[in-house]
Nanobody
Framework: VQLQASGGGLVQTGGSLRLSCAASGRTFSRYAMGWFRQAPGKEREFVATISGSGYSTYYADSVKGRFTISRDNAKNTVYLQMNSLKPEDTAVYYC???????????????WGQGTQVTVSS
C-alpha cells in the first residue's frame, strides 16, 4: 500500500483544514487507517484512527470534538477534517495503514510522506 497525504497549509487559530490521504491498491478497505502528527523536537503522536469499514473511529483526547476522521473506500481515500485549530496542532501530519484499529504507531505498516500543518496565533 502506498499512501500520499495532502491538504496541509498555514491557517489562523480557529480555522479549519481538511487533510486527505490517497492510497494505492485494491485492498484499501481491509486496512484501518490512522493519522499521526509530529511537532519539532517531539515524539510522533496519535491523532485518530478509523476501521476498514468506517464504522469505528477513535480519537486522541487532545483533538476529540474538533477533528473528524472519515474514509471513502470507493476513492481509496481517508480524510481528517480539522476544525477550531490551535497553535499546538502545528505539526507534520502523517497517514498510515494498519491491520486493525490502534493508537500505537508501531502497529502501522505503511506510512505516507507527511503534510505540514501550521496554525498561527
Amino acid at each position: 500500500v502506498q499512501l500520499q497525504a495532502s491538504g496541509g497549509g498555514l491557517v489562523q487559530t480557529g480555522g479549519s483544514l481538511r487533510l486527505s490521504c490517497a492510497a494505492s491498491g485494491r485492498t484499501f478497505s481491509r486496512y484501518a487507517m490512522g493519522w499521526f502528527r509530529q511537532a519539532p523536537g517531539k515524539e510522533r503522536e496519535f491523532v485518530a484512527t478509523i476501521s476498514g469499514s468506517g464504522y469505528s473511529t477513535y480519537y486522541a483526547d487532545s483533538v476529540k470534538g474538533r477533528f473528524t476522521i472519515s474514509r471513502d473506500n470507493a476513492k481509496n481515500t481517508v480524510y481528517l477534517q480539522m476544525n477550531s485549530l490551535k497553535p499546538e496542532d502545528t505539526a507534520v501530519y502523517y497517514c498510515a495503514a494498519a491491520g486493525g484499529l490502534s493508537d500505537y504507531y508501531t502497529s502501522y505498516d505503511y506510512w505516507g510522506q507527511g503534510t505540514q500543518v501550521t496554525v498561527s496565533s
